[in-house]
């Protein structure tokens, strides 16, 4: 299970997906809850490089992570 979050570990693109991996995404609000970001193998993270933006929007979010892993494995 990836967990994607604004702490997560890894950047989502330096992240090796594999074809079984599970992408969870929490609300726009509250992000995942502690445990089930514990109970993830790795947490990623999608950079955000201006100050002004907290947030992706839920939907994008999602996008941009099955977007990247979709590229990876030549989906």
Sequence with gaps: ?????????SV????DYKADDWLLFGSETQGLPADLLQ??????SIPINNKHVRSLNLSVSA?????EARRQLNL
Excluded: I, P, Q
């Design 1 to 9: 299970m990836l967990g994607y979050s604004v702490r997560g570990k």
């Design 39 to 44: 109970a993830c193998d790795e947490t990623l």
């Design 12 to 15: 989502y693109t330096n992240f």
């Design 63 to 67: 996008a941009v992570g099955l977007f």
